[in-house]
C-alpha cells in the first residue's frame, strides 16, 4: 500500500527558508519518480517541482519557484525534500507529494505559511 507522509511545513516570514520532506512507503522508492504540488482554497493543485527516480538526476521547477526552490531526494530513507528559499506570500499553500505512477494516492500535506 503506497502511502506518503508530508511534514516541514509552518510559519515563515517573507524571505526565510523552510524544508519539506516526504516520506514514502509501500513502493520500490528509487524506481520513482516524484512530484511535488502546492494547493491553495478555491484553486487546482500547481505542480511546483518534480524529480525523476534512480539518481534523481532530472529536476523540473514551476517557473514561479525556479532559483529558489531546490528538489532533492534520498533513497536510503525513501524520501523527497523540498528546500525553499526566499519565500514569498504567493508561496503560502498546503504542499503535497505524489508519485505520477500513482495520481490518485495523496498523502495530508504540510502547510506553509508566509506571514510578517
Known amino acids: 500500500q503506497v502511502q506518503l507522509v508530508e511534514s516541514g511545513g509552518g510559519l515563515v516570514q517573507p524571505g526565510g527558508s523552510l524544508r519539506l520532506s516526504c516520506a514514502v512507503s509501500?513502493?520500490?522508492?528509487?524506481?520513482?519518480?516524484v512530484n511535488w504540488y502546492r494547493q491553495t482554497p478555491g484553486k487546482e493543485r500547481e505542480l511546483v517541482a518534480k524529480?525523476?527516480?534512480?539518481?534523481?538526476?532530472?529536476?523540473d521547477y514551476a517557473e514561479s519557484v525556479s532559483g529558489r526552490f531546490f528538489i532533492s531526494r534520498n533513497n536510503a530513507k525513501d524520501t523527497v525534500d523540498l528546500e525553499m528559499y526566499r519565500l514569498k506570500v504567493e508561496d503560502a499553500a498546503r504542499y503535497y507529494c505524489?508519485?505520477?505512477?500513482?495520481?490518485?494516492?495523496w498523502g495530508p500535506g504540510t502547510e506553509v505559511i508566509v506571514s510578517s
Open positions: 505524489q508519485i505520477p505512477s500513482y495520481p490518485s494516492i
Open positions: 509501500g513502493v520500490t522508492f528509487s524506481s520513482y519518480g
Open positions: 524529480i525523476s527516480g534512480g539518481d534523481g538526476r532530472k529536476k
